[in-house]
C-alpha cells in the first residue's frame, strides 16, 4: 500500500495550491479519502473528506469556502485544492484511506504560507 502526496510549498498569504495524493496498492474506489494536517506543536486534524464514490464531502470550519476535496477513481488519485491561503495553514498536510478497520497514511507533503 502506498499513498504519495504532492505539491506542496511555499506560498504567499491569499495564494492557493493543489495537493494530490496517488495510491496504489488497495482498492482504492471502495475508501473514503480524506485530508489531515499537523501543525508544528500542535495535534494532527482532519481538514476534508469525500466518499467512496465522490458524492459527499465535509470539512473543517477553519478551510471552509476555501478548500476543495476531490478524487478521480480512474486515476486512484485524491486532490486538494487550497485557496486564500492564510499563514495558519501552514502545517505538513496528509493523506489517508479509510474503511472499516483499514487505515493508510502518506509521509505527508509540507506546505507553508509566508510572505
Known amino acids: 500500500v502506498q499513498l504519495v502526496e504532492s505539491g506542496g510549498g511555499l506560498v504567499q498569504p491569499g495564494g492557493s495550491l493543489r495537493l494530490s495524493c496517488a495510491a496504489s496498492?488497495?482498492?482504492?474506489?471502495?475508501?473514503?479519502m480524506r485530508w489531515n494536517r499537523q501543525a508544528p506543536g500542535k495535534e494532527r486534524e482532519l481538514v476534508a473528506a469525500i466518499t467512496s464514490v465522490g458524492d459527499s464531502t465535509n470539512y473543517a470550519d477553519s478551510v471552509k469556502g476555501r478548500f476543495t476535496i476531490s478524487r478521480d477513481n480512474a486515476k486512484n488519485t485524491v486532490y486538494l485544492q487550497m485557496n486564500s491561503l492564510k499563514p495558519e495553514d501552514t502545517a505538513v498536510y496528509y493523506c489517508?484511506?479509510?474503511?472499516?478497520?483499514?487505515?493508510?497514511w502518506g509521509q505527508g507533503t509540507q506546505v507553508t504560507v509566508s510572505s
Open positions: 496498492g488497495f482498492t482504492f474506489s471502495r475508501y473514503t
Open positions: 489517508n484511506a479509510l474503511r472499516y478497520s483499514s487505515d493508510y
